[in-house]
């Protein structure tokens, strides 16, 4: 059974830091794009950040560029999101995700596996 199970989430001052982690078991995840995606109460998911398949190619949105770093190993089949000073709007669930390699990787509708998901909290 392929599964993807995010940690690292917690609750931290604005200006702290967290690392959240997403474990892969099932298969391998080796050349897949692997994604982090939030959702905060009441709006829809959105993209954060992905890493394409070779490790080389990252992409951010806006709002986390500068702050957050995603990286993988693939020898453990884990993908990391360093996340740095956060601010309460970071306040989310953090979900991570694998897709086929190819475009579209802002689109939640084009990845395949999703974890359940880990609460960020960010007080102010």
């Known amino acids: 059974q392929v599964q993807l199970v995010e940690s690292g989430g917690g609750l931290v001052q604005a200006g702290g830091s967290l690392r959240l982690s997403c474990a892969a078991s099932?298969?391998?995840?080796?050349?897949?794009?692997m994604g982090w995606f939030r959702q905060a109460p009441g709006k829809e998911r959105e993209f954060v950040a992905v890493?394409?398949?070779?490790?080389?190619?990252?992409y951010y949105a806006d709002s986390v560029k500068g702050r957050f770093t995603i990286s993988r190993d693939n020898a453990k089949n884990t993908v990391y999101l360093q996340m740095n000073s956060l601010k309460p709007e970071d306040t989310a669930v953090y979900y991570c995700?694998?897709?086929?390699?190819?475009?579209?990787?802002?689109?939640?509708?084009?990845?395949?596996?999703w974890g359940q998901g880990t609460q960020v909290t960010v007080s102010s």
């Open positions: 995700a694998a897709k086929p390699v190819g475009p579209s990787w802002a689109t939640p509708g084009a990845y395949d596996y």
């Open positions: 099932g298969r391998t995840f080796s050349n897949n794009d």
């Open positions: 890493i394409r398949w070779s490790s080389t190619t990252t």
